[in-house]
């Protein structure tokens, strides 16, 4: 009888499986133990936890106003060089005409992204537009300047790429290079002997590895942060050498460079073909709000499902997008106020550049003038001084650390530039003597 019962089991299956049982009970009790202890720890942390406050009310002095209040523009001696209005279209009274009669057409705003309800007649049209003015195949229309640059950048940089971008980058794109998590490489200011060394070894990587990388370069046509104009030949040359894709932010640039306002492409004479894309802001020259990108239409149409700007906020305002076509018809009709604009710029760039104690930083041809003093020793908190000095004086700049910005206009007369100029010496000439 107990040979049959052997027989008919089979003990090699039995052991095993029922050390498997036992295996599967030691460690859910383990598993349940340490679930438990994790929970007690948490506990503690979170009891113990004493976060610091946000503000330091220590470093903070109450009686000063925490907000600057903006310059009153109706006094007729307050000139506020601080507002990007190169052209003066933010004052045009035509343009206001224009967009007081669009909203009683379309209303205020588009209530929704372009990707489900937020797509107007006027979206297209300027879209349209600005590809034709800029003679390429597409333009996509972003609701927000800062959104267009970095969004552009985020939806073709992956992290397997790598970009190759300029040091004084804008802070915008920046963070478009941050959201892509692509490998950077930053070279110096301008400075190609640099960007083509660092292109040289990663070639030399490539040929190591026998792997090709995605490459981009990403420029911006006036940078922001110093006011000098890109070198686009050299970086042209570069990009065709070691086959970058190129991006180039002209929200400076765009509608002050060039005969016609065409940016830094028509300053130097670079076919806008070879330019895989170009990002610009509707919020400088245009006088309106909002960012375009314009280039191939393989390219552009990519942003329509991959441009988090573009998909998820609600589209430009109707009435916007009208005064930027308004613009656009201003600047085909008078490219003359280009080569005013330029006068202007060069006038006020030759008399900074005289100035004692003075060192202009900007180049010659930007309206987005960046100066600071020829004296290292203290010169953030000079530039701070003279700032307030010209405050004073109720002409407004604006001052970033060791530097001061200001934006020229159109319309500044010879009297508004001795105004300015000679506060401005005289303001660097009581802070440097005392």
Do not use: W
């Not at 936890?49 to 007729?76: G, V």
């Not at 202007?344 to 003093?373: A, W």
């Amino acid at each position: 009888m107990l040979n049959e019962i052997l027989q008919s089991t089979n003990v090699g299956t039995v052991v095993p499986a029922s050390l498997v049982i036992f295996l599967t009970f030691i460690m859910l009790r383990k598993t349940k133990s340490y679930k438990k202890a994790i929970n007690v720890n948490q506990n503690d942390r979170i009891y113990c936890f004493k976060p610091q406050p946000l503000i330091d009310f220590t470093r903070i002095n109450l009686n000063e106003a925490l907000e600057i209040p903006a310059p009153d523009e109706s006094d007729p001696d307050c000139m506020n060089l601080a507002k990007v209005n190169y052209l003066d279209l933010l004052n045009n009274i035509n343009l206001r005409k224009e967009a007081e009669s669009c909203i009683r057409i379309y209303g205020v705003g588009s209530c929704g992204p372009r990707g489900f309800y937020g797509t107007i007649d006027i979206h297209l049209t300027l879209e349209s537009r600005l590809a034709e003015f800029m003679g390429m195949e597409e333009t996509v229309l972003y609701s927000y300047g800062f959104s267009t640059i970095s969004s552009a950048i985020g939806a073709y940089c992956k992290k397997s790429d790598i970009i190759f971008c300029d040091e004084k980058i804008s802070f915008c794109a920046g963070q478009g290079i941050l959201a892509a998590k692509s490998k950077v490489v930053y070279f110096k200011h301008n400075d190609m002997e640099d960007l083509n060394t660092k292109l040289q070894e990663y070639e030399e990587k490539e040929k190591q590895r026998k792997k090709l990388y995605r490459k981009f370069l990403v420029v911006e046509g006036i940078y922001a942060a110093t006011g000098t104009i890109c070198p686009l030949p050299e970086l042209m040359s570069l990009r065709k050498k070691y086959k970058l894709r190129i991006f180039i932010d002209e929200s400076l640039s765009f509608g002050v460079l060039g005969k016609t306002g065409r940016g830094v492409t028509e300053h130097f004479n670079v076919n806008r073909s070879d330019i895989d894309m170009i990002m610009g802001s509707l919020e400088g020259s245009i006088g309106s709000i909002g960012g375009f990108c314009v280039g191939a239409s393989v390219v552009i149409e990519h942003q329509r499902l991959s441009g988090l700007g573009y998909c998820f906020s609600a589209s430009l305002p109707p009435f916007l997008s009208h005064i930027s076509i308004c613009a656009l018809d201003m600047f085909e009709k008078d490219p003359s106020m280009f080569e005013k604009l330029k006068s202007i710029v060069q006038i006020v760039d030759e008399r900074l550049r005289n100035l004692k104690g003075i060192m202009v930083i900007s180049d010659p041809l930007s309206p987005h003038k960046v100066i600071t003093t020829t004296n290292i020793e203290n010169r953030e908190e000079t530039i701070k001084k003279i700032h307030a000095a010209c405050v004073q004086k109720d002409i407004y700049l604006i001052c970033l650390k060791e530097n001061l910005h200001f934006n020229l206009n159109v319309t500044m007369k010879d009297a508004d530039i001795d105004r300015f100029i000679n506060t401005l010496q005289e303001a660097v000439g009581n802070i440097l003597c005392s």
